[in-house]
């Protein structure tokens, strides 16, 4: 089976950071089916979050002879719906160090990461402990790698670089307060107020205002 557990390590003194001005940070340490720690490597597993239960494997893409094994995100449950895809690293003792939101199937984007992040924080894993890649939830264009033209003997733009040579890593606790405030922002319909007053090209704060709500409830404020 593909179903892993995350375990907070309480006890064990290879489970526990400890910081002078916050205290006991408790990382998360990942199982397998058998119950042995997950040693991803630096490349990382796949997951998938589906049920309130992670499963996770090694990606495998290898193609030889006649035999095709593959084993990609949507090989989990036939490409049906997941709650969250991505990839996470741990180090050699199993504790969850990395989390990537990569999957070319699921297209994993802000409700997805934040459905993990919960996950793992009601798994009790401290979001201080892990980093997560935040290049599609900031909006973070990816530069186009080079290549030297043999031919021009000089360099020219190709695809773009890998995901994973790309990085823009944060804290995970920062990543859910991101999230969080973004979300209350959205159903408050701050956004909504903005985009207003940009489509209007309001030129002074009463005029802004009288465009949102007409004097109401922000210019009683003023």
Request: aromatic content about 10%.
């Amino acid at each position: 089976g593909y179903a892993l557990r995350v375990v907070p390590e309480e006890e064990s003194d290879v489970g526990v950071d400890v910081d002078e001005a916050e205290g006991l940070r408790r990382r998360g340490r990942i199982y397998d089916a058998c119950g042995e720690p997950v040693q991803t490597g630096p490349d990382g597993w796949i997951f998938v979050l589906r049920d309130n239960v992670l499963y996770g494997a090694k990606k495998i893409t290898s193609i030889s002879g006649q035999s095709k094994q593959r084993f990609h995100h949507s090989s989990f449950f036939g490409g049906k719906a997941v709650a969250a895809a991505g990839i996470f690293i741990t180090d050699d003792n199993g504790f969850l160090t990395r989390l990537y939101p990569h999957s070319g199937h699921y297209r994993p984007g802000e409700a997805h990461m934040q459905r993990v992040l919960f996950y793992l924080y009601h798994a009790g894993v401290d979001l201080r402990t892990f980093e997560v890649d935040t290049q599609q939830i900031m909006h973070i264009s990816r530069d186009a790698a080079k290549d030297k033209d043999e031919k021009e003997g000089g360099e020219v733009e190709s695809e773009k670089k890998k995901k994973v040579e790309s990085l823009h890593l944060m804290p995970a606790v920062l990543v859910a307060f991101f999230l969080a405030h973004k979300a209350r922002c959205i159903g408050d319909g701050l956004f909504s107020q903005i985009h207003q007053i940009r489509k209007a090209n309001a030129t002074s704060v009463t005029e802004a205002l009288d465009i949102i709500d007409g004097g109401g409830h922000w210019k009683r404020r003023v």
